[in-house]
DNA sequence: GTCGTTGCAAAGCGTTTGCAGCCTA
DNA sequence: TAGGCTGCAAACGCTTTGCAACGAC
């Protein structure tokens, strides 16, 4: 990830305009608007590259292909409604006691995904 | 999910008695050895019609192929070790607090994977 | 005997890679 | 101009499906 590339530039935009975690395609046809000619190889090779330099966050969700966003937000964790799909953000972290891990065990990050229903779709 | 086979009894024993959460091919590795012949295809077509039954659990990780438990257990989250790749069961659950969720939103579960290293790698 | 279940092979899906040409620095 | 980057198509790994034979009830 060293040069200044349209495509590369569209793909950030994509992710740092879209306020939500996109899959791969969603990323593929918002960065399309810039560079029409955009191949989904190359959203894949930047995406993995932009992950690596720590810019790009991925979100695995159970039995969904991931889905990535613009990493520098504040530790957060993920809402997924069971009902329309849609997966929020959700601020600041649940987890302030120290977990009981087994002896010696140590821990560096966690992840938290809650399962429900979503305002909208809860009535 | 309805008839008694041999395949499905030994696939059943394979999740039983493995006590960690296996891949799709462990499963297969050890059901083979009560059903040499046995399938792929049928390992995942009864996983599936076993979870969907609550029998099974699928245990999704980032970047990884799913893997499967017995369900029945109590709830408990898991930890993988960054270095060894093992995941770990952990007992009880860390999340004591009612999270903090959006006007409207309904809780109903949570899923939490705890990353780090194991005993065995951290020293 | 019925019809759910199986193994095989082929198809499916999301992702990665090989390659020749392109374009940034 | 060198070498990273790109698009395309083929390959890949995991999972699902079509189909004819099989076997539980």
Redesign the pocket.
């Known amino acids: 990830?060293?040069?200044?590339?349209?495509?590369?530039r569209a793909i950030r935009r994509a992710l740092d305009e879209a306020g939500r975690p996109l899959?791969?395609l969603e990323v593929l046809e918002r960065a399309q608007r810039d560079?029409p000619?955009?191949?989904?190889?190359?959203v894949?090779?930047?995406i993995?590259a932009l992950t690596e330099r720590g810019e790009v966050s991925a979100v695995e969700l159970p039995g969904q292909?991931?889905r990535f966003e613009s990493a520098g937000k504040a530790h957060h964790h993920h809402f997924l409604c069971g009902k329309c799909g849609k997966l929020y953000e959700l601020d600041g972290c649940l987890i302030g006691l120290k977990p009981v891990l087994p002896r010696g065990f140590r821990l560096k990050s966690h992840e938290l995904l809650l399962h429900g229903e979503c305002g909208t779709c809860a009535r």
Chains 1, 2 share one sequence.
Do not use: N
Request: charged share 25%; hydrophobic share 30%; aromatic share 4%.
């Open positions: 990830m060293e040069r200044d590339t349209a495509q590369r899959g791969a560079v000619g955009l191949g989904l190889a190359t894949y090779r930047s993995k292909p991931p």
